[in-house]
């Protein structure tokens, strides 16, 4: 009895791990499209304003925008806080 309950329990926990890992490979595969379009906004804001691009800022500004984004922040305001917040830390 107890094999015969596994076995119905068993496809169905499969097929939910199945279902939340294409959710999260979807999401992390957004993320990180984002994330290059983000770093190549960056680089471009940088070498428009005659400013040496470092892939650290780039990287603290986009993860910055990425949670700003993720807590339902608007994209202008997400982008607003983000240059501000690395402006202070660059000291610019």
């Not at 400013?51 to 800022?57: K, L, R």
């Not at 925008?65 to 993720?70: E, V």
């Amino acid at each position: 009895m107890r094999f015969f309950k596994f076995s119905i329990i068993s496809p169905l926990i499969i097929f939910i791990n199945v279902i939340h890992a294409d959710n999260l490979s979807s999401k992390i595969s957004t993320n990180f499209i984002i994330k290059i379009f983000c770093k190549e906004s960056v680089k471009s804001e940088f070498k428009k304003n005659n400013f040496e691009y470092q892939e650290s800022i780039g990287e603290e500004v986009c993860n910055c925008y990425l949670t700003n984004i993720s807590n339902n922040i608007s994209h202008k305001e997400s982008i607003s806080k983000c240059k501000l917040e690395n402006i202070k830390k660059i000291n610019l």
